[in-house]
């Protein structure tokens, strides 16, 4: 693997983590305030998705990574690449996943629930704008509003759901 297939692995790796952190928390969390769960509850909830998610996405990327180096070697390959890959998903997951769920410590769950909607939203927006500028440099504004969009679909289904189950 060379220096731009690593580098483009690893910002793959970096948007994937963030973008579903960012997604999957402030869909979860949204769904159980909106479920009515007490604050203490909504934040437990978000703390143990990122720890659990965090983990299970690097190992993912781990193992994913090494499976296609070894299938394209056809032998034992080093997991330095793969591991990077890993640490990558695990760290912008991980990170990630405290913009929707800072709000719960700060405000009531009313006030929390708009502004981690608010924050989680803007983030993938700028998100958009630069997976699209690290890229291929051309309709910023359009891939930021396409990611706002897809995070937003998510927010819906998890707001539904708490709503219905609840």
Do not use: C
């Amino acid at each position: 693997m060379n220096t731009k297939q690593a580098t483009a692995l690893y910002t793959k790796n970096f948007i994937f983590g963030v973008e579903d952190s960012l997604v999957s928390t402030v869909g979860l969390l949204s769904g159980v305030a909106a479920a009515g769960m007490a604050k203490h509850t909504i934040f437990l909830t978000g703390v143990i998705l990122i720890f659990v998610e965090a983990f299970s996405m690097g190992v993912g990327s781990f193992l994913a990574e090494q499976s296609v180096e070894e299938y394209e070697e056809s032998d034992k390959v080093a997991p330095t690449k793969s591991i990077i890959s890993g640490l990558i998903m695990f760290a912008s997951y991980f990170a990630s996943g405290f913009i929707p769920l800072f709000p719960y410590v700060v405000f009531e769950v009313s006030t929390a629930f708009w502004t981690a909607i608010t924050l989680t939203l803007t983030a993938l927006f700028l998100l958009g704008i630069i997976s699209a500028s690290r890229f291929h440099h051309k309709d910023l504004f359009r891939h930021g509003i396409r990611m706002l969009l897809v995070g937003g679909l998510a927010i819906v289904a998890g707001v539904a759901v708490g709503k219905i189950i609840a």
